[in-house]
């Protein structure tokens, strides 16, 4: 049992005042990405303090010295912190306040990174890859937010931890057996699942609750969470691809009548039996879903946010306020347990709503045991012998050999552009705009693409053309990239890839390796001269001229047709990049988006 002694709430800014903290052999490296890193900055930037205090979670260690403590749960957060703070170059911390036991590349990293206040010095084998990714998410989304320093360091002093000390001379292999064996606290999301089931009763009670269930499971298709027989109800009977693939329900008075029947009929079996296991239909269900217990697919956003997402569609939101904020997650739908009606109301669409998300939203999708960060799926579920069978939404075929196969490789590439772009689920607004459409409409791609085209483009805006440097916005890069392949600015045979890219690449360099000087501060970060590429790549690019670039690393040019034009640029130029070319490409590209807003601003 931990005493009140041995728990202390401590600042951000205090955390590593005085203190010195060892991360553990048995502990995995460190492994937060963009998405984790830039959820941690939005939650202390978003902080109102008011005199209250925010508390970003739990910090448990064991003090192996006056003030040497081993961490044992938390080091993902307390690392990113610790770089966090290195980057605000605040004065609480030394190069000794955090270090990695046995594991000499980290350490170095964190020294190099903690003396020289950036991560651009000349990654090795000796580097940490995953750390220099770390620091250059902070300072890229610190320079694309712009986010002022001293104002976000005045909020740390109101961020809180939990530090907690596990009782002295205790058995670590016995605590951690006991934290996993311990019932977890209980989630958000279950908080409201319980407070909606309370507005009902009876049938609607048990029907609502599986629903819920059916609908939380994020990395199946929607379908597939239902017994085989209430599946054909709700999502279609007939046969070839319209057989699971349509959503059949009015409301949810009439999704209760479907499936009602088979319990009239049968009184001996419950609604909850009837949607639950059966062993009847055991064998059948397993075959139908032995496909999909490869976990083929994952939903780019989790339960919890799908919730907010429905809430926001329901309620026509708009993007500007906070209804994707999981940090109001309670208060933003609570009005869904406000009646009988409402409830009902938000389980209904809830349903309609995750059939829309499954068939109409890109996932990703891990085929063979392969695990391509860069594969995306656009595809509708269906029915055939018995077995769950997948096709693209769009067209009969993978390729573009009709125009709706054609359109939904181009929709898939927008979605897929947005989200690598729009990283925090707070900020996926596209999402709801894309699931509030009602289905008919949904039906057709252009009307799809048309929505999100004009999203992209309301959130580029007019003035784009001031950007400069790190300042340039992700979605500035991203979004052209897409009008230039949409547009065949690119040739036919060129493959663009795309992945989760955060690092703003200079093609000419800011630090030459040849030794020559770089070129002047307005033309080196000129959007000309500018393409948004993974940290691993601008790793490899390092401070190569653009010759070398192009001869040494080509696979990189994949992930940016504007990157793939200014190689191009570059090769007709006899292999030289100048800051003329970089002006003139520059110019183009504005050109292209001024047209693309223009264009958008009058659907």
Known sequence: MVDNKEIAEISVKNVFKDANYIIPIYQRNYAWGQEEIEKLIEDISDFNSRGNDYFLGNLIVDEIGPQRYSVIDGQQRLTTLFLLLIYL?????????????????????????????????????????????????????????????????????????????????????????IMNTRGEQ??????????????????????????????????????????????????????????????????????????????????????????????????????????????????????????????AAIGNQTKEDQTLDDKYFLKTLENNWSSKESAKEFIYKMLLMRFEFDKFIVKREDIDDVNDQNRWSLKKLYESNKSSQYKNTFGDSDEDSDEDSAKNKQLLRLQASMRTTFTSPKTMHWI?????????????????????????????????????????????FTYLDYVLWRDNYIDKGYEWKIGFRTSIEHFSPQHPADGKAPWDGDKLNGFGNLALISVESNSKFSNLAPGAKISTYESVFEQSPKLQLMKKMTLDNRNVWTPEESEKLATQMYDILSSEIKCKANK
């Not at 909850?272 to 999909?292: A, I, T, Y």
């Not at 894309?434 to 289905?439: D, E, F, G, Q, S």
């Open 432 to 476: 709801t705009e894309v699931i509030k459409l009602p289905l008919g409409e949904l039906e057709s791609a252009d009307n799809i693409i048309s929505v999100l085209e004009k999203y992209c483009c309301d959130q580029l805006g007019k003035g784009f053309e001031k950007y400069k440097g790190f300042g340039v916005p992700r979605i500035m």
């Open 186 to 311: 209980l989630e958000l999301h279950e908080i409201a699942k319980a407070r909606i089931l309370k507005e009902l009763d009876g049938k609607d009670y048990e029907v609502a609750a599986n629903i819920w269930d059916a609908c939380s499971n994020m990395n199946y298709y929607v379908q597939m969470n239902f017994d085989t027989d209430v599946r054909s109800k709700l999502f279609g009977s007939k046969e070839k691809e319209y057989k699971w693939n349509q959503f059949l329900c009015e409301d949810f008075d009439d999704i209760v009548k479907k499936i009602g029947s088979k319990s009239d009929k049968n009184n001996s079996s419950t609604m909850l039996e009837m949607l639950g296991p059966d062993d009847k239909n055991q064998n059948e269900r397993k075959e139908v879903k032995s496909e999909e217990e490869k976990n083929r697919f994952s939903s780019i956003i989790d339960f919890p946010n799908f919730l907010l997402q429905v809430n």
């Open 89 to 177: 170059v605040d004065p609480s911390i030394s190069e000794d306040s955090l270090s990695f036991e046995v594991r000499d590349k980290s350490n170095m990293t964190l020294k190099n990174i903690y003396r020289s206040k950036t991560a651009e010095f000349e990654s090795n084998r000796f580097a940490s890859p995953s750390i220099i990714s770390g620091f250059n998410i902070i300072e890229q989304y610190f320079g694309n937010k712009g986010i002022v320093k001293k104002d976000f360091k005045k909020k740390l002093d109101n961020i809180k931890l939990v530090r907690i000390q596990v009782p002295k001379d205790i058995d670590l292999n016995n605590y951690f057996e």
